[in-house]
């Protein structure tokens, strides 16, 4: 039986060979392209359904008279579930691989959107949230193994269309939010159910291919790269985890209380200020599908460089700019800052060959949890403090790009 592996599919470049009863190299690209297209647009489902939560924030801060550090709390909810679950199911699913459970996924996040639509109290909310949460806990690791397999060896390209299947989901989810259920309230969110059910049938035809694919766990890593220390690896995880803290944590002050800021700084409406979101999240979309296809030229090490620390200039200037140039500078933060996390992924998945649902796990994971985090800090620090301090507070955490400098060269020269 086929096993189930980063090097499942014959490498893209001319040494493909076609053997009796091999498929043809244009049948291996169609297949492999169809099955990546799929999970991307799943993707779009997934994290279109999840930014549903943040943008009506404004609406719920109404409702039920919450302080940010309520609403802070209520993505502190969202992101921990998501964010303690996703190692746990990548681990298990590198051992058992469950070509389903993608279906599964889509299942908690349709019950969360219901929950969301009818909860009365507080306590509801955070239910809901958690059901968001454990859908993307579900989703993020096996479908990103389904991208690895689905990649024929350009992971970063195929990393990077996978996650901007997300990103344009997170852009159109404000979007969709401010025209569909803020004229007609809450309720509306329920009928962004449709998308949950379109996404569960479409991942099952995913998961039979997966299952056609081979469901054996993988047993021995084949790598074309020589092997680092387990302590150099386990030293470069650190390094790249610091650099999901402060990509993520910045992040969050973007999504959860960017609104807020425009509205209480410029005084334009919710609707305006849902728009300006909606174009910081199609920057971060383009951000990412160039990332991977960059991390596979040039090496993914310099891109991840170029991404944390080069959004700096610009993260510094944003508190103290008006309307105008906040808008203009968050297209740059957004494309520069998106562009690492494909590479990040590919990079970590070399580190830890055959490791394919833990790593994406743990950095999906973690991503989520910084965001979390972020969220309930920077909501009591704006408690506490203004909305603009804490965003001049977090136009300093790009410094942190400095310590890719002590990552590992794992690029090899180019053939």
């Given at each position: 039986m086929t096993e189930i592996a980063e090097t499942a599919l014959p490498e893209p470049a001319s040494s493909i060979e076609v053997g009796p009863g091999a498929a043809s190299k244009t049948s291996t690209e169609r297949t492999v392209f169809t099955v990546l297209s799929a999970i991307s647009f799943c993707h779009l489902l997934n994290d279109m359904m999840q930014s549903l939560l943040p943008a009506i924030y404004p609406m719920l801060k109404e409702s039920y008279d919450l302080s940010f550090g309520q609403i802070g709390f209520l993505t502190f909810t969202y992101q921990l579930t998501a964010s303690?679950?996703?190692?746990?199911?990548?681990?298990?699913?590198d051992r058992?691989?469950?070509?389903?459970?993608?279906?599964?996924?889509?299942?908690?996040?349709?019950?969360?959107?219901?929950?969301?639509?009818?909860a009365n109290q507080y306590g509801f909310l955070l239910l809901a949230a958690s059901l968001l949460g454990t859908g993307s806990s579900v989703f993020h690791p096996e479908s990103s193994r389904v991208a690895r397999m689905a990649s024929g060896?350009?992971?970063?390209?195929?990393?990077?269309?996978?996650?901007?299947?997300?990103?344009v989901g997170s852009a159109i989810g404000p979007l969709l939010a401010a025209v569909i259920i803020f004229p007609r309230g809450r309720s509306a969110v329920a009928w962004f159910s449709v998308c949950a059910l379109l996404g569960m049938f479409l991942l099952t035809q995913v998961g039979h291919w997966y299952k056609g694919r081979g469901v054996a766990p993988r047993k021995v890593a084949t790598v074309a790269r020589a092997t680092l220390p387990p302590r150099?690896?386990?030293?470069?995880?650190?390094?790249?985890?610091?650099?999901?803290?402060?990509?993520?944590?910045?992040?969050?002050?973007?999504?959860?209380?960017?609104?807020?800021?425009?509205?209480?700084?410029?005084?334009?409406?919710?609707?305006?200020?849902?728009?300006?979101l909606f174009f910081f999240a199609g920057a971060v979309a383009v951000g990412t599908i160039v990332g991977g296809p960059l991390g596979d030229r040039f090496g993914r090490k310099y891109i991840i460089w170029a991404s944390i620390l080069g959004v700096l200039p610009f993260t510094l200037i944003l508190p103290y700019a008006n309307l105008f140039w906040v808008g203009i500078l968050t297209v740059p933060i957004?494309?520069?800052?998106?562009?690492a996390f494909p590479a990040i992924v590919v990079y970590a998945q070399e580190l830890m060959p055959g490791k394919t649902g833990t790593v994406a796990g743990l950095?999906?994971?973690?991503?989520?949890?910084?965001?979390?985090?972020g969220a309930a800090v920077l909501g009591q620090l704006a408690d506490m403090t203004s909305i603009t301090f804490v965003y001049r507070v977090c136009s300093f955490l790009p410094l942190i790009g400095l310590l890719t400098g002590l990552l590992p060269n794992l690029e090899t020269k180019k053939r």
């Amino acid at each position: 039986m086929t096993e189930i592996a980063e090097t499942a599919l014959p490498e893209p470049a001319s040494s493909i060979e076609v053997g009796p009863g091999a498929a043809s190299k244009t049948s291996t690209e169609r297949t492999v392209f169809t099955v990546l297209s799929a999970i991307s647009f799943c993707h779009l489902l997934n994290d279109m359904m999840q930014s549903l939560l943040p943008a009506i924030y404004p609406m719920l801060k109404e409702s039920y008279d919450l302080s940010f550090g309520q609403i802070g709390f209520l993505t502190f909810t969202y992101q921990l579930t998501a964010s303690l679950l996703q190692p746990v199911v990548g681990l298990y699913t590198d051992r058992h691989p469950k070509p389903y459970s993608l279906v599964i996924g889509m299942g908690f996040s349709l019950s969360g959107l219901l929950l969301l639509a009818v909860a009365n109290q507080y306590g509801f909310l955070l239910l809901a949230a958690s059901l968001l949460g454990t859908g993307s806990s579900v989703f993020h690791p096996e479908s990103s193994r389904v991208a690895r397999m689905a990649s024929g060896g350009r992971y970063g390209l195929a990393q990077s269309v996978f996650q901007v299947g997300g990103n344009v989901g997170s852009a159109i989810g404000p979007l969709l939010a401010a025209v569909i259920i803020f004229p007609r309230g809450r309720s509306a969110v329920a009928w962004f159910s449709v998308c949950a059910l379109l996404g569960m049938f479409l991942l099952t035809q995913v998961g039979h291919w997966y299952k056609g694919r081979g469901v054996a766990p993988r047993k021995v890593a084949t790598v074309a790269r020589a092997t680092l220390p387990p302590r150099k690896v386990t030293y470069a995880i650190l390094v790249l985890l610091a650099l999901i803290f402060s990509k993520f944590f910045y992040m969050a002050s973007i999504t959860s209380y960017y609104t807020f800021y425009l509205i209480s700084q410029f005084h334009v409406s919710v609707r305006a200020a849902q728009m300006h979101l909606f174009f910081f999240a199609g920057a971060v979309a383009v951000g990412t599908i160039v990332g991977g296809p960059l991390g596979d030229r040039f090496g993914r090490k310099y891109i991840i460089w170029a991404s944390i620390l080069g959004v700096l200039p610009f993260t510094l200037i944003l508190p103290y700019a008006n309307l105008f140039w906040v808008g203009i500078l968050t297209v740059p933060i957004g494309i520069i800052l998106a562009s690492a996390f494909p590479a990040i992924v590919v990079y970590a998945q070399e580190l830890m060959p055959g490791k394919t649902g833990t790593v994406a796990g743990l950095f999906f994971g973690f991503a989520f949890g910084m965001g979390g985090v972020g969220a309930a800090v920077l909501g009591q620090l704006a408690d506490m403090t203004s909305i603009t301090f804490v965003y001049r507070v977090c136009s300093f955490l790009p410094l942190i790009g400095l310590l890719t400098g002590l990552l590992p060269n794992l690029e090899t020269k180019k053939r």
